[in-house]
């Protein structure tokens, strides 16, 4: 088989983009920032955005990385559009507050309530990786949860302590 000489950059630019490290979510789309996802929510609604971003792996792997960072304001989009998810997207919202734990757990802790449950995410996100990944996940969660054991957010920061260990 023979490849032309664009078809043949195209490959290189794919396989460098692959091989670079990064995670996909952070090469997708640099351009995706809160004050965008808001307003797609104001315009839209918080369930056709989430549909929209859900139907593009590529556009919802970056938004569950931007969450899973834990930065405050990426925490309020995804209490946004918690309202408009489905089975599967609330699981990657679950899993992407959950990574924030290490993070940011008083953001975290914030959000535990009625549409983000303690159960849903004081847990290892992590379900197909080695085993290693999870407990050094948890061991870090830990760290950060036991540091909010004093204060507005103590009960909280225990039981979340409390399931992350169980579980």
């Known amino acids: 088989m023979r490849c032309t000489t664009r078809?043949?950059?195209?490959?290189?630019?794919?396989?460098?983009i692959a091989?670079?490290?990064a995670p996909r979510h952070a090469r997708a789309n640099p351009s995706l920032n809160v004050a965008s996802v808001r307003q797609e929510i104001g315009v839209k609604g918080p369930k056709r955005v989430v549909n929209d971003y859900f139907n593009n792996q590529r556009r919802w792997e970056q938004l569950i990385g931007k969450i899973s960072t834990?930065?405050?304001?990426?925490?309020?989009?995804?209490?946004?559009?918690?309202a408009g998810s489905d089975a599967g997207a609330s699981q990657g919202l679950n899993f992407a507050v959950a990574r924030a734990l290490p993070n940011n757990p008083?953001?975290?802790l914030?959000?535990?309530?009625?549409?983000?449950k303690l159960e849903d995410v004081c847990v290892s996100p992590f379900i197909e990786q080695p085993a290693d990944v999870g407990?050094?996940?948890?061991?870090r969660a830990r760290q950060a949860l036991a540091r909010?054991?004093?204060g507005p957010l103590s009960e909280k920061a225990k039981?979340?302590?409390d399931n992350l260990t169980a579980n």
């Open 7 to 16: 078809e043949m950059g195209s490959l290189l630019t794919f396989f460098i």
């Open 135 to 139: 407990a050094r996940f948890v061991a």
């Open 106 to 108: 008083r953001g975290v």
């Open 110 to 116: 914030k959000l535990l309530g009625p549409d983000f």
């Open 70 to 82: 834990g930065q405050t304001p990426w925490l309020g989009v995804a209490a946004q559009l918690k």
């Open 159 to 161: 039981a979340c302590l």
């Open 19 to 21: 091989l670079s490290g």
């Open 148 to 150: 909010q054991l004093s």
